[in-house]
């Protein structure tokens, strides 16, 4: 009976003195601290939207002690009232946090007062709030010594449970406090933004991928902290900031995003653990679908509770998955280690930021938004110490390989040359026997061409039949021909041995056959031979034998009844292809035997050549050679 007893006292002494707290005037006082406004509120939920300021007003009545209060339905209107009070004429500011929508009627509590209306709240557009105001604060003009009744409709669409978390301040500590604020806040963004301005730069400069992916993680972490601190609403969404708070859950879903892949890229986990390399893409592709979720539910339900536990539901696999790839730790290099310090440190703010929304609500973001700005610098910092030091790394192994590939380089063309000297010696060697053998074949083919050149001269000399004279002049001229291609390929006139230029052993056989076949009245011979053309010995030789019986031809059957005898030979070199065209202006080929030894061995050198040839009889006798260039 005694503890019932106690129980109930403490129960009367507690709610009294929490009612009468709530019907007390808050005492205004400039230089004193802010006054949190909860304990003086009373407070009634307006489930229909049936009251009215007016109605509220003239009825304090309605409302209920704001201690122990419990909300029916999040999503309600509610109205809370209180009296100020300030002893000298002041300026003030009511704020509060996280409320969609906020609406300020205030009344000096003298006769005939009417209330003013002043607009505020998360959600509501620029143009609907009062000047002077923001989004989260309301701006008071209080006179000194007069009671003001306040009246505030708060209704919150997020879903959450409604934190009234009002405060009372003096204006100037207030814009002071707020603008130290902002101070610490754009230093962060700006340290942020620096950052991300030589991550870009690097990664464009080197192409290192970990930059990239480290550039997506704090460009989303930056937009994120923009915009639960209002700076990203209030710059680009004024007339509809809905919308901007909606992007807020898929700034973050963008920094997972490049954390995992810089987790993935830069821990080379594909070599290190292929399945565990999957699971982390399935991850990835577990942050697209809850985008894409988050999106739907915005759009659709406007739940941003129902959003935010799901998400925060999904940070028990972010965390099962970081701390499975966490136990690569003694695989990793002390770069690789840096980003694990930073997914490290990211885990435990997340985890302590998810604990206190499941704990406290909405409130939580609050703590975040303090965290988010130091976070995103330190784990910004440790990521790229670590992707700066394995670059580093990087370019030193590179330098020591390279090095080492230089020495190793060194040593096998050392090697090379060793074995090209001895290969060359042996060559020089072998080509100095090879030059001997054929001096040796050369002078022994001069000798033996000059022996039958020689024997032939003999008999010709002692021989008194014409028909056998012509023909030893004939094999003499030829023997010659082939003595003066021979010639012309000798190792001491040609030292490459392999082609020669018809030009000077043409004139030798011209020469020649001048002596040979000597008439009363000499044969002028003309040549015109193309210097670029070049032959090989065996194009050389039959050449040479198709020239010599075209002049043999000539002087033993053109030209005995010609006065001034004149043979021309023309040589034209193209591309593809080499003309030759021999023209004597003696009595054509009417006289000459038809099917003579001499025209059949043209015939078979111009086949050999792979040329051919036709004949003219107009004016003496022509013949036109075509032959194709050696490939």
Not at 100 to 114: E, F, R
Not at 331 to 355: C, K, M, N, P, S
Not at 530 to 549: F, M, P, Q, S
Request: proline share 4%.
């Amino acid at each position: 009976m005694l503890k019932q007893f106690a129980s109930l006292s403490l129960y009367l002494f507690l709610f009294c003195g929490k009612l009468s707290a709530a019907t007390d005037s808050i005492i205004f006082n400039p230089a004193a601290s802010p006054v949190a406004m909860r304990p003086y509120f009373g407070i009634a939920e307006d489930g229909g939207a049936v009251y009215t300021p007016d109605t509220l007003f003239a009825n304090p009545g309605l409302f209920t002690s704001i201690a122990g209060f419990k909300t029916e339905k999040p999503g309600s209107i509610f109205w809370l009232f209180t009296r100020i009070k300030s002893p000298d004429a002041a300026d003030a500011v009511i704020s509060f946090k996280h409320l969609s929508y906020a609406d300020l009627y205030i009344m000096p509590d003298t006769p005939g007062a009417t209330a003013t209306h002043q607009r505020a709240g998360a959600f509501r557009p620029a143009e609907q709030i009062s000047p002077g105001d923001s989004r989260f604060h309301f701006q008071l003009r209080l006179t000194g010594g007069i009671t003001y009744r306040v009246l505030i409709r708060s209704l919150h669409t997020k879903q959450y449970r409604p934190v009234f978390n009002f405060e009372l301040n003096d204006l100037h500590r207030f814009t002071k406090a707020r603008q130290q604020r902002e101070l610490v806040d754009f230093w962060f963004q700006g340290a942020a933004m620096l950052l991300l301005l030589y991550v870009l730069i690097t990664w464009i400069i080197n192409r290192y991928r970990s930059y990239l992916w480290l550039a997506v993680f704090i460009t989303g972490l930056m937009l994120y902290n923009l915009a639960l601190s209002r700076y990203l609403i209030d710059w680009f969404f004024p007339s509809d900031p809905y919308a901007g708070w909606r992007l807020t859950i898929h700034f973050l879903h963008l920094a997972m995003t490049g954390l995992y892949l810089l987790v993935l890229d830069f821990w080379k986990v594909k070599e290190k653990n292929l399945w565990l390399y999957r699971l982390g893409k399935v991850v990835l592709y577990a942050i697209v679908v809850l985008s894409v979720l988050s999106f739907f539910i915005h759009y659709y339900t406007g739940n941003f509770r129902i959003m935010s536990l799901i998400n925060g539901s999904f940070l028990v696999v972010q965390l099962a998955y970081l701390l499975r790839v966490l136990l690569l730790w003694k695989h990793l290099d002390r770069q690789e280690r840096f980003l694990g310090y930073g997914v490290i440190i990211y885990l435990l703010i997340a985890l302590f930021v998810t604990v206190a929304l499941f704990a406290v609500g909405e409130a939580a973001f609050s703590l975040f938004i303090i965290l988010s700005g130091s976070l995103l610098v330190t784990i910004s910092l440790l990521f790229l110490t670590g992707i700066n030091g394995k670059l580093w790394q990087n370019e030193k192994d590179k330098t020591l390989y390279l090095a080492q590939l230089t020495r190793l380089q060194q040593q096998q063309n050392q090697l090379l040359e060793e074995n090209v000297a001895e290969r060359t010696q042996e060559l020089n060697r072998r080509n100095k026997h090879i030059e001997l053998l054929m001096n040796e074949l050369n002078h022994r083919v001069k000798n033996n061409m000059q022996l039958l050149y020689s024997l032939n001269s003999l008999q010709l000399s002692g021989n008194k039949d014409e028909y056998a004279g012509n023909i030893l002049k004939d094999n003499i001229a030829r023997i010659k021909a082939m003595m003066l291609v021979n010639d012309s390929l000798n190792p001491g006139n040609n030292p490459d041995n392999k082609t020669i230029s018809p030009v000077i052993f043409i004139a030798n056989i011209v020469e020649h056959s001048k002596k040979m076949f000597a008439q009363s009245e000499p044969v002028d011979i003309r040549l015109s031979i193309d210097n670029t053309l070049i032959l090989d010995a065996t194009a050389g030789v039959c050449l040479g034998l198709i020239i010599t019986e075209l002049i043999t031809n000539s002087y033993k059957h053109a030209f005995s009844e010609q006065p001034l005898p004149q043979i021309r030979i023309e040589i034209q070199n193209a591309s593809d292809h080499w003309k030759m065209h021999y023209h004597d202006n003696g009595r054509g080929l009417s006289i000459q035997p038809p099917n003579s030894f001499g025209l059949t061995l043209i015939a078979d050198l111009t086949r050999q050549m792979k040329g051919h040839y036709t004949i003219s009889r107009h004016n003496g006798a022509g013949y036109f050679f075509t032959f194709p260039n050696a490939a």
